[in-house]
């Protein structure tokens, strides 16, 4: 059994300056961390471990993960503007493929693009996946405040549907961070909030029932969007603006997706087999900045087949490994 780790993040120092700088984020260290941050709120974090291919791979080892997933964690590239975007997308897609081909038996890239200027975005995405082999795109939750749903995205969707590759969606900081102050909430609890919202405007609005083939992975387990799909399905029923662009109840939309195990919280797992099923849960760490292994997911009391596929095999097949 191979096991294929679908959320695992490059750790770029160039990347990661840029941002300091454009951003205008304060530095501050913790032992052996060092937080990038604005407002009193962590916008990036890192430890030296992380940019060291090598001691990424004994990890990987230690924990049997053969294959990772690699991808550029928040905010992405949306904080520059449109014309910036272009060049610093292009720059980490090239590291996640030198990343790639250095150990083409351990990692598979997954390209960002520079949602800002759709039509640069399109040609991105081809460079992406004909001249760096890139198996997907990784994007986040709202592109620079824009919801996923917005019309301007329509030419993205359409070519994701075309093309039968995933997307991996990353959760990004809520627009709007009011009553978030302090404890980090922005993290704790943005991310799953704008996971959800993102995912239900690309339900209500139609986008899935669009394109039937649009292989969408939802991180951290779809943050709160199954334990709200029954409302979702109640407003379907009562309100004409709730059913104005679809034809089906949204669970049936909710349940083409993908969701991965990065919840690694037995009881979401557990919901999310029983309204999935096993073949659209995907196994994932949200490495390097949580220790996790496949302990979450064999804790599971499932076949070993649907183990096999929630490790590996799902990904595998999306990823064309």
């Known amino acids: 059994m191979t096991c ?4 695992a993040h490059i750790v770029d120092r160039q990347y990661l300056e840029q941002l300091r700088t454009h951003l205008g984020l304060e530095v501050s260290e913790s032992a052996d961390k060092t937080f990038l941050g604005k407002g009193g709120n962590t916008v990036a974090w890192s430890r030296p471990d992380m940019f060291e291919i090598d001691d990424r791979l004994n990890v990987m080892d230690r924990k049997h993960i053969d294959v990772r997933a690699i991808s550029l964690s928040t905010p992405n590239v949306y904080s520059w503007g449109p014309e910036v975007q272009v060049n610093v997308a292009q720059m980490i897609n ?3 493929h030198e990343m790639c081909q250095a150990h083409p038996d351990r990692f598979v890239g997954l390209a960002s693009l520079p949602l800002g200027d759709i039509d640069a975005a399109m040609k991105e995405l081809d460079r992406s996946v004909n001249e760096l082999d890139m198996r997907g795109i990784a994007l986040g939750s709202n592109v620079g405040g824009k919801q996923l749903d917005d019309p301007m995205f329509e030419p993205l969707w359409e070519r994701m549907d075309a093309l039968a590759i995933p997307a991996f969606m990353h959760p990004m900081f809520p627009v709007n961070t009011g009553g978030m102050e302090g404890y980090e ?3 704790r609890v943005g991310f799953p909030f704008d996971t959800t919202l993102a995912a ?3 339900i209500y609005s139609g986008v899935l029932e669009r394109h039937p083939n649009l292989a969408l992975i939802l991180a951290h387990t779809g943050g709160t969007l199954l334990t709200l799909i029954e409302r979702l ?3 379907y029923k009562i309100f004409p603006a709730c059913r104005e662009h679809i034809s089906q109840p949204p669970s049936v939309y909710a349940k083409q997706l993908y969701y991965d195990t990065a919840s690694f919280f037995d009881p979401v797992l ?3 087999l029983g309204f999935a099923g096993p ?3 995907l196994f994932a760490t949200d490495d390097p900045y949580i220790d996790a292994d496949t302990t979450h997911v064999d804790r599971l ?3 070993a087949a649907d183990k096999a596929a929630i490790l590996g095999g799902n990904a595998a097949r999306l990823l064309r490994l």
């Not at 294929?4 to 959320?7: A, K």
């Open 185 to 187: 909430l922005p993290l």
């Open 4 to 7: 294929v780790d679908i959320h």
């Open 200 to 202: 239900t405007r690309l």
């Open 270 to 272: 557990e919901m999310a």
């Open 94 to 96: 090239d590291r996640v």
């Open 279 to 281: 073949n659209h849960l």
């Open 301 to 303: 009391n499932i076949s």
């Open 233 to 235: 399905d109640n407003g």
